[in-house]
């Protein structure tokens, strides 16, 4: 079950003709998919694309009707080794993922695929997770794009473009026989706008009618000598093909006057911004009536020289807005222009920044700079731009700088990794520090104070592969963090299997949560949800020891910080060889609760007798010395200014965000911190016997405090 | 070319057009920032606008600061704008902050501006990592914020909204959307604003009554009665002082000159809570020495800094924090009524609650009488074979019989405190801490205010406690290098300040490797 539902969006994947859809773009994309009529779609999720993959595995009837085969794909080299159905068959087919990482991951079947060409329409949706907010390293798709040549889409940040570019791309990708990708980016993938719909279309031929009618062809694999003719046919027939269709489609657009002295390429990602620089500069209105040429290149690679040529034939100067380094268009339109020695200054990188995200502020400066260059008479007066500089430059601005804090993402309120590493803080005040690696998912927060945990992540599932390295006897072993996700996603074999073939002696720790709680809650092969359509249920420590593990621990609790704590202390000093495993399990929080809590309030309501639990912090015990903060960094565990002249610190303090997961106690317990933490439990609906009991002690104890309270010194009093 | 340019008298190319309305929402994920701005969204599509929001959930959305971003214009004979996915610093027109230092974030970031800017911001705070994790106090300083916002806004809001829509029992969207109602800043009625949320199913009558107090509050301006406040407990009358009690209040008003009065007053309440009255005497007696020596150095000129220093500290010193406080404290009958209070607990609920400590055999030694204690702990073979024994985490069912008469019987040995090996420990430390800031005192009166102020780094329980005194000596033997320099105060100050940055000390240690380069 993942994060969200996406129950009423569903509904809106079954718009028809004329229909208005308002909504996310990763949706309007979804939608677009439907209508251009594929046969299946795969995919792996993560930020920005995850919507795309809830969705449709919310949407099972929608799919049903239309005879669309549903996957989520084991991770991107299995979605896109997917697509290889449309290499012989008339299939038009789909997978979305999260780039350049998936990209990475892809590669290899990518290549292949691109090698022999298709036969059915392909479509990549890579959400390019690039610029601000962006989780992953900043680089650009297009490099995938060009090395194995695949065509590669940049659509407006306009719902009604990406969709018919979709369309579009499908049949462009069966015209040159090439794979497609489309590129869109984070803030388009979240962006709200609408289009108007078409029906969808049920696939032409369907995975059924291909299982059906087996065909081959060996000139289509990749092996000598068809992979020689490959690269021609690409050079010859494909690249040609693709050409002609972007430009008798007019897949990219011109805007403006026809004639200017300068003119702005830019890919297509980039429109909005570019209008609203050009408005800044009074050169656009907002509707986008510019008044300088624009080129806008909703296709990227290839780039159409002879467009390209006849937009840059009458200009002094030309400008090319391209996001992202290094600048391949800049490059690609300079080979343009020199092959046919049109004159036509290229300016880009030089007035643009090299990296980062084109802000419509930072293309302001850009434009403004090419413009002052090649043609100051369009700026005329200069309308005054919009400019912060003053109020930033304010003394109590600049005094702000050394106020704010700095808040980066953590983890969530009861999450079950924050006492795994909790107990790993331990273990390292014990044992001293250690080599950590890190790896991608919730659990990478832990690098992040307060844990500072972890030196290195080199990926998705390969926490423990970046130990293989420290393999040898030392006083110390390696320790490599991987979540399940990472697990199921290629841990299993690059790390625990690598580990065991090689017979490593490192502590390999898998924080096992129910979910790749990371990119939404999505189910995964160890997910304990019963999933009717997915096969859950399966072990990690079976798969481990499976694939040789010897040494291999469960903990089903990760909440029991000394367990915690002794188990990893236990793996990092035994003489026990090979590697050792601690499989850390509890279920991802906000999934839990969004699962567990509607069952308790009901539960409430219908009378049942419900223990609930919260923790709290006696504030005239506390100390406030935050130790316990610096071994949690639990939201709801914050600090508090008592209104007491005798204390200069605030104490610690837990707010009714709460979830009771027992972390607090355990870790003061563990840690020997101080007593001032206690959880709270309130039987709602309680039997007889339990009030029965609460009466008896409760008057004993009433007693016993009024005995003591008399012989007290009333200090209320003392103002 | 460019001074050409600059010297040209061209009128613009054209104007810098009507922009679309921007609304920039600064908030924390899982904060439901994108609540408020499907319905903001949804507000203007309503009015037959073009609406654009854009967002950057990713890892953000796991408690970091994040920003959603709105553009919303109407249509022009059919033409639709175009939209712009990040915000111009300096071009936004209202800026819609979800908690106060994301408001100082929004400034920062140069969204908000005087020419434009309308800040709607809840002024509750959510306190930063950084800010949890100093052993001292790492709040952020807020006054920098409303400062900021005083330069930066052109219109603020700024009030509670967090409180206001607790009280409600909705979320801090509902509120902001009624702020932003009243701020009159985008040109559509307040029904409409309400349509929006009646539209949304769950929650939308809290929301309702959430919206219609923010915008009630905006509107006639009392920002300042915030949310209604819980009904305080009713307070039984005084009961009239005990003779004992009023004797030594009489004592502490005549003695003690007027600015030190309200903290004595304060020191004099904790320590006799924490023993009896003849502890709340002691306390006067040792504070009345420490006038004395304030009184020789002249320290009415200087509001006696020294004695209310004193006042402070010595309290905290006197109420140390030991087992049979702890057990006291856990066992009293108000303490229960609090816990009550604070989970709105029903009648018809029961509350239990579970204690989670970890004694370890130095605290049952500190228990001891003062001679069999010093005894035992020079038997350190005897000492760790009982320590296996006793330290362990024991989870304490605090209101079931059996461990309420274990603390209460632990709270009963207030009597026999005095006598015990842990009172002798801190009696000795606190004098010698006394004696040395009665010495410093005399030859330079910061430097004495200085060393009575290192008290604040003793604090917590075992190891936490262990680290705190082990700062609290090194911060005094570094004093100690310095005391004859002119600047010293200032070092002991700088001292103090390192020691409370981080827990392992690190700064600290800086500092007084600083200290030995030239002392």
Not at chain 1, 695 to 715: E, F, N, T
């Amino acid at each position: 079950m993942a994060e969200r539902s996406f129950a009423r969006e569903v509904e809106d994947l079954r718009l028809g003709h004329g229909d208005t859809f308002r909504g996310e773009g990763i949706l309007a994309i979804t939608k677009a998919l439907l209508q251009s009529g594929v046969a299946y779609v795969g995919g792996y999720q993560g930020s920005p694309i995850s919507h795309l993959m809830d969705v449709l595995a919310d949407a099972k009837d929608v799919l049903d009707e239309l005879g669309v085969v549903f996957q989520s794909s084991a991770n991107e080299a299995a979605a896109a080794a997917m697509l290889s159905a449309s290499v012989m068959y008339p299939l038009r087919g789909a997978v979305a993922w999260k780039s350049t990482v998936g990209t990475n991951v892809a590669s290899d079947a990518l290549a292949n695929l691109a090698s022999g060409g298709v036969t059915g329409g392909t479509m990549i949706i890579v959400g390019e997770d690039y610029g601000e907010g962006s989780s992953i390293m900043q680089e650009r798709t297009h490099a995938f794009a060009m090395k194995s040549q695949m065509w590669l889409l940049d659509p407006r940040p306009d719902h009604e473009c990406i969709v018919n570019l979709i369309e579009k791309g499908f049949e462009l990708s069966e015209y040159s026989n090439t794979p497609v990708m489309l590129e869109v980016r984070v803030r388009a993938c979240h962006m709200h706008g609408s289009f108007v719909c078409k029906d969808n279309l049920k696939p032409r031929h369907t995975i059924k009618d291909a299982l059906n009618n087996p065909k081959r062809d060996v000139n289509r694999i990749v092996l000598p000598p068809a992979a020689y003719e490959h690269e021609q046919e690409k050079i010859k027939t494909r690249m040609p093909a693709a050409i002609r269709f972007v430009h008798e489609n007019r897949l990219n657009e011109q805007f403006g006057p026809k004639q200017g002295k300068v003119g702005i390429i830019m890919q297509g990602g980039m429109y909005n911004n570019v209008i609203r620089a050009l408005q800044y500069l009074g050169l656009s209105d907002a509707y986008g009536n510019t008044q300088v040429p624009l080129y806008v290149m909703n296709v990227t690679y290839p780039v159409i020289d002879s467009e390209v040529a006849e937009f840059c034939l009458d200009k002094e100067a030309v400008l090319i807005v391209e996001e992202g380094q290094p600048e391949y268009l800049e490059q690609a339109i300079n080979t343009v222009l020199r092959r046919k020695d049109i004159q036509a200054r290229i300016h880009g990188k030089d007035v643009l920044p090299m990296g980062g995200d084109y802000t419509a502020q930072v293309l302001l400066g850009g434009v403004r700079d090419f413009l002052e260059r090649c043609e100051p008479r369009l700026l005329g007066n200069r309308p005054p731009a919009p400019d912060a500089t003053p109020v930033l430059n304010h003394p109590a601005v600049e005094r702000l700088k050394q106020v704010v804090p700095a808040r980066p993402p953590g983890l969530c309120t009861g999450c079950p990794e924050r006492p795994i590493f909790a107990a790993m803080k331990l273990v390292e005040e014990e044992l001293g520090q250690h080599h950590v690696s890190a790896d991608i998912g919730c659990h990478l927060f832990s690098i992040l104070p307060p844990f500072n945990i972890g030196a290195t992540t080199m990926g998705f599932g390969l926490g423990p592969a970046s130990t293989s390295a420290f393999n040898v006897k030392a006083d110390k072993r390696a320790i490599a963090v991987m979540g399940d996700g990472g697990f199921w996603h290629n841990g299993l074999t690059s790390g625990i299997g690598n580990a065991v073939f090689n017979k490593h002696d490192g502590v390999f720790v898998i924080v096992d949560n129910y979910y790749t709680s990371a990119t939404g809650g999505q189910d995964i092969l160890s997910s304990r949800a019963t999933n009717t359509r997915r096969k859950t249920n399966n072990s990690i420590v079976q798969a481990v020891k499976g694939i040789g593990g010897q040494w291999v621990r469960q903990i089903d609790r990760t909440y029991d910080v000394g367990r915690m704590r002794d188990t990893l202390k236990e793996a990092l000093t035994t003489q026990a060889e090979g590697p050792k495993v601690i499989v850390a399990s509890s279920e991802c929080m906000l999934n839990k609760q969004r699962r567990v809590r509607p069952q308790i309030n009901k539960a409430i309501k219908d009378g049942v007798r419900t223990v609930k639990e919260r923790f709290g912090v006696d504030e005239d015990v506390c100390t406030g010395d935050h130790a316990c903060i610096r071994l949690s960094g639990c939201p709801s565990l914050s600090v508090k200014q008592l209104d007491d002249p005798l204390r200069d610190d605030p104490v610690a303090a837990i707010d009714n965000s709460c979830v009771g997961c027992g972390n607090c106690g355990e870790v003061a317990e563990a840690a020997v911190l101080c007593p001032s933490f206690y959880r709270a439990d309130v039987i709602h609906n309680p039997t007889r016997w339990d009030r029965f009991k609460s009466k008896l002690s409760m008057a004993v104890i009433g007693w016993l405090q009024q005995r003591r309270d008399r012989k007290r010194p009333v200090l209320e009093a003392l103002a | 070319m460019r001074d050409e340019s600059t010297r040209l008298a061209l009128p613009a190319a054209g104007d810098a057009t009507e922009r679309p309305i921007s609304i920039a929402i600064v908030a924390m994920g899982g904060q439901g920032g994108g609540v408020l701005t499907d319905w903001i969204v949804q507000l203007a599509e309503d009015q037959g606008w073009v609406a654009q929001s854009t967002s950057v959930p990713g890892v953000a959305q796991r408690t970091g600061a994040t920003i959603y971003y709105i553009e919303a214009m109407p249509p022009l004979d059919g033409r639709k704008p175009v939209l712009a996915l990040t915000p111009t610093p300096g071009d936004v027109d209202v800026v819609m902050a979800a908690e106060f230092m994301e408001a100082g974030r929004s400034i920062l970031r140069g969204l908000v501006t005087p020419d434009r800017t309308t800040l709607i911001a809840s002024d509750h705070r959510s306190f930063a990592i950084a800010e949890k994790i100093a052993p001292g106090n790492g709040i952020a300083d807020q006054g920098a914020v409303t400062g900021a916002i005083g330069i930066a806004a052109k219109t603020e809001i700024v009030f509670d909204m967090n409180a206001l829509a607790i009280a409600h029992g909705s979320v801090i969207s509902a509120a902001m959307f009624g702020a932003l109602a009243a701020a009159g800043v985008l040109p559509f009625n307040v029904e409409s604003f309400r349509a929006v949320i009646r539209a949304g199913s769950k929650g939308a009558n809290a929301s309702l009554r959430t919206f219609d107090s923010a915008l009630a509050q905006v509107q006639t301006g009392s920002f300042a009665a915030a949310a209604p406040k819980p009904a305080e407990a009713t307070r039984p009358a005084h009961a009239p002082m005990e003779p004992g009690l009023a004797a030594l209040v009489t004592r502490l008003k005549q003695q003690f000159p007027a600015p030190v009065q309200a903290m004595a007053l304060a020191g004099l309440k904790k320590v006799i809570d924490f023993q009896d009255l003849a502890y709340g005497s002691e306390y006067l007696d040792l504070l009345d020495r420490l006038l004395a020596a304030d009184r020789q150095c002249c320290g009415g000129d200087k509001a006696f800094a020294f004695t209310e220093a004193a006042a402070k500290y010595l309290a905290n010193a006197m109420a140390y924090d030991d087992v049979i406080r702890v057990a006291d404290l856990k066992t009293r009958a108000g303490r229960r009524a609090r816990i009550a209070n604070e989970l709105e607990l029903s009648q018809d609920s029961v509350l239990q609650t579970t204690e989670f400590m970890h004694p370890r055999m130095e605290e049952v030694i500190g228990m001891l009488p003062a001679r069999l204690g010093r005894w035992l702990g020079g038997k350190p073979r005897l000492v760790g074979w009982l320590d296996r024994r006793v330290s362990k985490g024991r989870r304490v069912r605090t209101y079931s019989l059996p461990w309420f008469l274990a603390l209460y019987a632990v709270g009963g040995f207030r009597g026999l405190r005095r006598a015990t090996l842990r009172h002798a420990v801190e009696t000795a430390h606190r004098d010698e801490w006394l004696a040395a800031a009665t010495a410093a005192v005399r030859s330079n009166y910061q430097l004495g205010v200085e060393i009575l102020q290192c008290r604040r780094l003793v604090k917590g329980y075992s190891d936490t406690h262990g680290r705190g005194l082990s700062k609290f000596d090194r911060t005094l033997a570094a004093i100690k290098l310095i005391e004859r320099r002119e600047d010293a105060a200032d070092w002991a100050r700088r001292l103090r300040e390192a020691a409370l940055k981080d827990s392992a000390g690190t700064e600290l240690d800086g500092v007084i490797r600083t200290i030995k380069s030239f002392a």
